[in-house]
Structures are given as C-alpha cells and as structure tokens.
C-alpha cells in the first residue's frame, strides 16, 4: 500500500490544524472533548507521516546531488533510507487502518467452564489466572465481579472488568474456545483429558453509550447462596436483571450489599447490551464472532493448550508456541496476542489493496 504526497499533505494539515485549535483556547465542552479526541487519535498517523515524508525528500535530496564527490558520499546513506522507507512506509499503512471505535475502552471478561466436568472448570480458573498475570504485566487494574466456584478450586463462571490502556485493542482476538489436553488431578489412571472452556472479552460501554429504560428492566430480589445449598449470608441481597426487550438475564449476588450487587449486575447487563449493539452494527463479522463464544464445544476450538507436549497452539493463525508455561502464567501470553493482531492488520491491508 503506497501512500501518495498527497495524502501525506492531507494528514499533515489536518494535525497541524488540530493543534491549532486546541491552543487557541476557544474550546469548550463537547467541542474540546472531540478535538482533544481526534488529536489522540490522528497524533500517531501524523508522526508516522511526517517521518515518512522526511525520509523520501531525504532520498530525493541525496538523489539530485550532482557533484561526483558528494554522491559517492551519499550512495551509503541512501542505500539505508531505501532499507527503512518501506518499512516505515509499512508502519504509516498500518497507522492509518481504520480503528475499531471500542479499542481503547476497557474490557469485561466472561470465562466458562465448558465441555469436562470439574476439569474443565480447573482450566477455566487457570485461563483467569493467566489473564490476570497479563493485565499485571501491561499495568492494568482487573477486579472480579462475580465467580461461581466449584469445590476443588475450579470457575463454573467467572466475570472481571480490565481497565487501563488499549485494554480491548489487545484482548479481543482472546474471544472463543479454549481446549485443554492434560491428565487431570481428579484422574487415578494417568490417562490424557481433553477439556474446554469459553472465553468472551466484551468492550465495557460509559453509561451514556447505553441507556436503559427503568420500565425494561425486571428486578428480583432473593437471598444468596453458595455451594451445597449454604447461604452465602442471610439476607435477601442476590439480585437477578431481565432485560424484558431482549431476554438478557445477569445475576449478582457476591456482594452482601443489595445495592451494590445491583450496581455490578446493570453494568454487566449494559456490557452485553452493548455488545449486542455492536454485533448488530457489523453484520455478518462480528456475529461469527459471537458464534465462536458459543456452546463451549470443543470443536469450535480458537487454541489448544497442551500439557505433555508443553505447548500451546492458536489454530486461526497456526502459530504453536512451546512455552505453555510462561503462557499461562500470562507472561509469555503477549507474544501470542502480538502475532493474532499483526495477522489481523496483515488482511486488512491486503484487502484495501484488493
């Protein structure tokens, strides 16, 4: 993809404008919060422009150079711009993709033990611990909202909220079924188990991005309970929302406060509407997507993790990685995320080359 001189004018006069306007001070409210927001966001796309438009009036330059002296000194120097032009050339294309509007919003992140009993909700809880070991290696906050435990350690469901920088941008790709081969701790007889569990990572909505109707929402109040039938305290705090226009039902109860189950169960309900919303607005993409969230089968599969061979293989991009665990410890887990978003950039530039 060959940016013309053209465009490379373009985005340099639209940048320069920008600043100009946030310094002239005459800014307030909306329009303040929309151009410091376009400013972030064509900030990058402008450095990437400005340093591939240094470069080729760099090798321009060099080139039109008629003393014979100084040519012979300049063939060196332009021999290395044209190793790195393309390349910066490359890195301006990806700059200039268009961006998924909910990349830098923070992310709520659903994990269900699927296919595999009590293993599989083992597996399930060791994918939150490998994701909490990346939130704490990029710098994020990640808190809990609602886990439902088994009696060995295991998530039959777990629910968190990541916030911090380009939280969704990088976990996105994470979305599917996970597929575990290992022996399991429950098993006597040393034999190999494949086990799933589902991953769904969800871009988290501010409260004026989703409205929701008081008279849309059916509130039921009951008492918490815990495993084996034991009362998690004894009063009515468990809340349970039905999103009547859509059938979307969220139970909280891990709270002992009512209030407070109820504040984390409407954003967990403003999450998925909004998901909802965004599925409906890309089609066909994003509702494949949604349908690999799925059943927890292992044959919608999205990566393997596999014990005894000690690795870990991503089936969308057929990169097997033999770290398994620095992978799961969540340290070796970025290498994986790096490659699914190069190979997600990669398509996208051959098809606005098409």
Not at 290 to 317: C, L, W
């Amino acid at each position: 993809m060959t940016i013309s001189e053209a465009r490379l004018g373009q985005i340099s006069n639209r940048f320069a404008e920008l600043e100009a306007r946030l310094g002239s001070g005459t800014l307030e409210g909306a329009d303040f919060v929309a151009a410091s927001r376009d400013y972030a966001e064509l900030e990058p796309v402008a450095h990437a422009a400005a340093k591939v438009a240094a470069m080729r009036g760099e090798l321009a330059s060099l080139a039109a150079l008629d003393d014979p002296e100084m040519r012979e000194m300049a063939e060196a120097e332009m021999a290395e711009l044209r190793v790195a032009l393309p390349e910066a050339e490359h890195l301006l294309a990806i700059a200039m993709l268009p961006r998924d509007s909910a990349d830098a919003r923070p992310a709520m992140l659903e994990i269900r033990a699927g296919t595999g009993g009590d293993e599989a909700a083992l597996f399930a809880a060791d994918l939150y611990r490998m994701y909490e070991g990346y939130a704490a290696q990029m710098g994020w906050r990640i808190e809990m909202i609602s886990a439902n435990a088994n009696e060995i350690g295991g998530f039959k469901e777990v629910i968190a909220n990541i916030a911090g920088q380009g939280v969704f941008a990088k976990l996105k790709f994470e979305s599917g079924v996970h597929r575990v081969q290992r022996v399991p701790v429950t098993e006597s007889g040393g034999r190999i188990h494949t086990s799933a569990a589902t991953v769904a990572v969800l871009p988290e909505p501010d409260e004026v991005d989703v409205e929701i109707n008081d008279n849309d929402v059916k509130i039921d109040i009951y008492r918490a309970s815990g495993a084996g039938g034991q009362h998690v305290n004894t009063t009515d705090s468990a809340v349970r929302l039905t999103h009547l226009p859509t059938g979307l039902v969220v139970i909280q109860q891990d709270q002992r406060s009512q209030h407070k189950n109820k504040a984390k169960a409407m954003q967990v309900l403003r999450t998925r509407l909004y998901d909802l919303r965004r599925a409906e607005a890309h089609g066909a993409e994003a509702e494949a997507r949604k349908a690999m969230v799925g059943s927890g089968d292992r044959s919608e599969r999205i990566r393997t993790y596999n014990f005894p061979q000690g690795r870990v293989t991503d089936h969308r991009i057929n990169l097997t990685l033999h770290r398994l665990p620095e992978i799961l410890a969540g340290e070796g887990l970025g290498e994986m995320i790096d490659a699914l978003i190069a190979e997600d950039q990669a398509k996208r530039l051959a098809s606005i080359g098409e």
